[in-house]
């Protein structure tokens, strides 16, 4: 299995752009995580989704983050309009049932 | 509120000496904890993990004490390899169809060979 996949690996943008980041979970994974992470604030829950619906975004810091699961191999988070304080590596990751959480290899975001 | 706490931020080890990480919580409904290392430039990597129920879990060189009363937990590395120099992340977690993730702050651990 290739685990979950992420990208970009890496996006630089101007303050104001969108922003879309994408993630393809373990197949078979019936849960999706969003997280951020910052040095000032660590690794945070943005929202999470299972079996394709969004369970929990309030973790989700402004109108501006919204994340979507069209269907179970592919989710989007997307950001706009994009602003300096966005920047940050954001991670995708993917769980079976009640079990460990695999964790993609991250978008690191940096916003001018 | 950080309901999951690393108070260490970094550690320095010698190789081949134990290795001890240290974590605290505070929310006693927590059932599930995990250890993840994370290199840099990558996503974090599942280590190991304890369910409640349970006072230690070991897996080969790794092992993860728990102590409920105390509201602590402590992962152990033994003997410690300079490969194991990484950020360390504890996490706690509630019951439920998708356990939700609480992570701490994070302990950079180096082993010096």
């Known amino acids: 299995d290739a685990g979950v996949i992420q990208s970009p690996r890496h996006e630089v943008t101007e303050m104001g752009q969108e922003v879309t980041l994408r993630c393809k979970p373990i197949?078979?994974?019936?849960?999706l995580f969003w997280y951020r992470q910052t040095m000032m604030r660590g690794l945070e829950l943005l929202i999470y989704?299972?079996?394709?619906?969004?369970?929990?975004d309030s973790g989700m810091p402004e109108d501006r983050f919204s994340a979507k699961m069209p269907n179970a191999s592919f989710s989007t988070l997307k950001i706009q309009p994009s602003e300096p304080r966005d920047s940050a590596v954001y991670f995708c990751?993917?769980?079976?049932?009640?079990?460990?959480?695999?964790f993609g290899p991250g978008t690191r975001l940096t916003v001018t | 509120d950080q309901q999951v706490k690393q108070n260490s931020p970094s550690l320095s080890v010698q190789e081949g000496r134990i290795s001890i990480l240290n974590c605290d919580y505070t929310?006693?409904?927590?059932?599930?904890f995990l250890w993840y290392k994370k290199y840099p430039a990558e996503g974090p990597t599942f280590l190991i993990s304890?369910?409640?129920?349970?006072d230690k879990n070991e897996d080969g060189r790794f092992t993860v004490f728990l102590n409920k009363s105390a509201k602590h937990l402590s992962l152990h590395i033994v003997p410690s390899q300079p490969g194991d120099s990484a950020v360390y992340f504890c996490?706690?977690?509630?019951?439920?169809?998708?356990?939700?993730?609480?992570f701490g702050s994070g302990t950079q651990l180096t082993v010096l060979p």
């Open positions: 197949s078979g994974h019936n849960s």
């Open positions: 304890i369910s409640s129920i349970k």
């Open positions: 990751a993917s769980q079976m049932l009640a079990h460990e959480q695999y």
């Open positions: 996490a706690a977690s509630l019951s439920g169809s998708a356990r939700q993730l609480t």
């Open positions: 989704f299972n079996n394709n619906v969004p369970i929990d």
């Open positions: 929310n006693s409904m927590f059932d599930y």
